[in-house]
C-alpha cells in the first residue's frame, strides 16, 4: 500500500509543480481562446493543463516500474505497461495540444486516439477475453483481430466520454480521479481473493492516474486558473481506459465464491466507474444526431449544462456529478466484496438515479412560495468569474462623472414642491 501511495504524491506533486510553467508556456504561445456561446468561464483562460498531467503521469509510471513490488507486478502482466503508456500518452498529449492551440478537424483528432489505442495494442495491452456466465459458454477468448478492434474501441468510446464531460473546472479530472479509486480499489479486492496479493498492474496505473487528476485539481478547481484542454481529457481518458482493459479480463470460476453475480464483476465496474460520462456522451450524439448535426458540433446540452441552467452554482454543479460518479461506482465495487443477492444491484442503480434527480433539482428560495433560481436573477456565490480577474484600476476624482439628478431632487433643491406624477387614464 505504501508504493501505490508514494507513486500517487510523486506523480502529485510534478503535476502540481509543473501548472505553473504550463500555464505561462500556454498564455505565451496564444493558446487561450476567446470565449464562445457555450462557454461558462467569463474570461479567457489558458489551456494545455494536461501537459503538466503528462510530465506527472511519466515520472509515476518510470517511478512504478523501478519499485519492488509495483515493478514485478507491471513486469509480470505479459506486456509492456509502462513503455505503453509514455508512447501512447505522449501521442495523445500531442495530439491534443494540437487542438488546443491551432485546432483540429474532428476526423483528424479521431486519428490520432485510434493510433494512441494502437500503440497499447501493439505492446500488448488489450482485451484477451470476455468474462460470461457458465450457461453462455464461460469466459470468451479472443483471436488477435478482434481483441484489436475492441480494444481500441473501448478506448476510443472512453477517451471521448470524458473529453465530453469536460465542461466544468474540475469536473473531468474530479470523475476520472473517483474512477480512477474505484478501478483500484476493485483491482485489490480481486487479487486478493486470487492471489492473496495486493500489488497488480492495474491498481499501480490506476494509483498514477489519481495522483496526476489531484495535483492538478487545485489550480483547476473552481475558479480555474487553467484547462486541461483535450490535451488533458484525452490523456486522462486514455490511462483511465489502460486500466480498464487491463482488470477486465478475469478468469470468473476463481471468483466464483467472492459474491452471488461474480460474472457480471468485470464487465459492471469498468461500466460503473464511467457510467457518468458514459451517459453524457450518448446523450449528446444522440441529441446532436437528431437535429441533423454532427456528434462531435459542440452545444449547451451536457448534464452541467442543464445543472446550471436549473439554478445551481458552478461548484454545486461539479460536486453534485461527483457525488453521483462515487456513490454509483463505489457501490458496485462495495457489491463485489460483500456477498449479496443479485436483485441488489438494481436496487443500487434506482437509488443512484434518485440521488441523482433529488440533487439535480433546482434550489427554492423566497417567502411564502417556492420558485426554482434562475441564472440570471441567482449568481454564482463561490468566487470570482472563471479565469484571472482584470486588474482594478484607481479611480480619478476629477474625472469622475455623476448621474445627473433627478427632477425631484432638482426641484427639492430649488426649494419647489415636489409634486408627484400619477398616470394619465387616457
Keep these: 500500500m505504501r508504493e501505490y501511495l508514494f507513486m500517487a504524491l510523486i506523480a502529485a506533486a510534478v503535476t502540481y509543480l509543473l501548472v505553473p510553467l504550463v500555464r505561462r508556456f500556454a498564455i505565451r504561445i496564444g493558446a487561450m481562446p476567446?470565449?464562445?456561446?457555450?462557454?461558462?468561464?467569463?474570461?479567457?483562460?489558458?489551456?494545455?493543463?494536461?501537459?503538466?498531467?503528462?510530465?506527472?503521469?511519466?515520472?509515476?509510471?518510470?517511478?512504478?516500474?523501478?519499485?519492488?513490488?509495483?515493478?514485478?507486478?507491471?513486469?509480470?502482466?505479459?506486456?509492456?505497461?509502462?513503455?505503453?503508456?509514455?508512447?501512447?500518452?505522449?501521442?495523445?498529449?500531442?495530439?491534443?495540444?494540437?487542438?488546443?492551440?491551432?485546432?483540429?478537424?474532428?476526423?483528424?483528432?479521431?486519428?490520432?486516439?485510434?493510433?494512441?489505442?494502437?500503440?497499447?495494442?501493439?505492446?500488448?495491452?488489450?482485451?484477451?477475453?470476455?468474462?460470461?456466465?457458465?450457461?453462455?459458454?464461460?469466459?470468451?477468448?479472443?483471436?488477435?483481430?478482434?481483441?484489436?478492434?475492441?480494444?481500441?474501441?473501448?478506448?476510443?468510446?472512453?477517451?471521448?466520454?470524458?473529453?465530453?464531460?469536460?465542461?466544468?473546472?474540475?469536473?473531468?479530472?474530479?470523475?476520472?480521479?473517483?474512477?480512477?479509486?474505484?478501478?483500484?480499489?476493485?483491482?485489490?479486492?480481486?487479487?486478493?481473493?486470487?492471489?492473496?496479493?495486493?500489488?497488480?498492474?492495474?491498481?499501480?496505473?490506476?494509483?498514477?492516474?489519481?495522483?496526476?487528476?489531484?495535483?492538478?485539481?487545485?489550480?483547476?478547481?473552481?475558479?480555474?486558473?487553467?484547462?486541461?484542454?483535450?490535451?488533458?481529457?484525452?490523456?486522462?481518458?486514455?490511462?483511465?481506459?489502460?486500466?480498464?482493459?487491463t482488470v477486465t479480463p478475469v478468469d470468473t470460476s476463481a471468483i466464483v465464491e467472492m459474491n452471488k453475480f461474480p460474472v457480471l464483476l468485470p464487465l459492471l465496474v469498468p461500466a460503473a466507474v464511467l457510467v457518468l460520462p458514459l451517459i453524457d456522451l450518448i446523450t449528446a450524439v444522440v441529441r446532436r444526431t437528431s437535429q441533423g448535426l454532427s456528434p462531435f458540433a459542440p452545444d449547451r446540452g451536457h448534464l452541467h449544462h442543464r445543472l446550471m441552467d436549473i439554478g445551481h452554482s458552478h461548484r454545486r454543479s461539479v460536486l453534485i456529478m461527483y457525488a453521483w460518479t462515487f456513490l454509483f461506482s463505489f457501490g458496485i465495487v462495495g457489491m463485489s466484496r460483500v456477498g449479496v443477492p443479485v436483485l441488489l444491484f438494481p436496487a443500487v442503480i434506482v437509488l443512484a438515479l434518485a440521488v441523482l434527480v433529488l440533487m439535480a433539482l433546482p434550489r427554492w428560495r423566497g417567502r411564502g412560495g417556492a420558485h426554482a433560481a434562475s441564472r440570471d436573477d441567482s449568481p454564482d456565490d463561490d468566487g470570482p468569474p472563471t479565469g484571472p480577474m482584470p486588474p482594478i484600476l484607481p479611480e480619478d476624482p476629477q474625472v469622475r462623472r455623476q448621474a445627473p439628478p433627478s427632477d425631484g431632487a432638482r426641484a427639492s433643491a430649488e426649494g419647489k414642491p415636489v409634486i408627484p406624477a400619477f398616470p394619465s387614464r387616457s
Design 34 to 245: 476567446e470565449i464562445r456561446e457555450r462557454d461558462v468561464h467569463t474570461t479567457p483562460t489558458p489551456r494545455l493543463g494536461g501537459l503538466a498531467m503528462y510530465g506527472g503521469l511519466v515520472v509515476g509510471l518510470l517511478l512504478a516500474g523501478q519499485m519492488t513490488h509495483s515493478g514485478d507486478a507491471l513486469a509480470g502482466t505479459g506486456a509492456n505497461p509502462v513503455p505503453a503508456l509514455i508512447i501512447a500518452g505522449g501521442l495523445i498529449t500531442f495530439t491534443g495540444f494540437l487542438d488546443d492551440w491551432w485546432g483540429m478537424d474532428a476526423l483528424i483528432k479521431l486519428a490520432g486516439q485510434i493510433a494512441a489505442a494502437g500503440v497499447l495494442v501493439f505492446f500488448d495491452m488489450r482485451l484477451t477475453s470476455i468474462p460470461l456466465p457458465e450457461s453462455w459458454g464461460g469466459s470468451t477468448s479472443l483471436d488477435y483481430t478482434l481483441s484489436t478492434i475492441i480494444t481500441i474501441l473501448v478506448v476510443v468510446v472512453t477517451i471521448n466520454a470524458v473529453n465530453f464531460v469536460d465542461g466544468l473546472d474540475g469536473l473531468a479530472a474530479g470523475i476520472v480521479c473517483i474512477a480512477g479509486m474505484a478501478t483500484w480499489a476493485y483491482s485489490i479486492i480481486i487479487s486478493q481473493d486470487i492471489t492473496g496479493s495486493n500489488i497488480t498492474a492495474t491498481a499501480a496505473i490506476a494509483a498514477v492516474l489519481i495522483g496526476a487528476c489531484l495535483g492538478f485539481l487545485p489550480h483547476n478547481f473552481h475558479p480555474a486558473k487553467i484547462f486541461m484542454g483535450d490535451t488533458g481529457a484525452m490523456l486522462i481518458g486514455l490511462v483511465l481506459a489502460s486500466s480498464i482493459v
